[in-house]
């Protein structure tokens, strides 16, 4: 029965503290577009101009030798 006298105080404290990182993590926009890193790996990037292509391809022609 003791034991009760010091667990019920400190999970009042762990409930505490884990309602400040809730809290300052809403405040700090963690929760503000859940759904667009989703959608934005399943979406293809742009292509590549050919400009882009060909210096990427001299580059690494130049590291070859």
Not at 39 to 54: C, G, Q, V
């Amino acid at each position: 029965m003791d034991i009760l006298y010091l667990l019920i105080p400190l999970s009042l404290v762990f409930v505490a503290v884990i309602a400040y990182v809730f809290l300052w993590a809403v405040k700090s926009g963690q929760f503000e577009d859940m759904e667009g890193p989703a959608h934005r790996i399943l979406m293809d990037d742009e292509p590549a101009s050919p400009s882009d292509k060909s210096a990427a391809q001299e580059k690494s022609d130049s590291n070859v030798h």
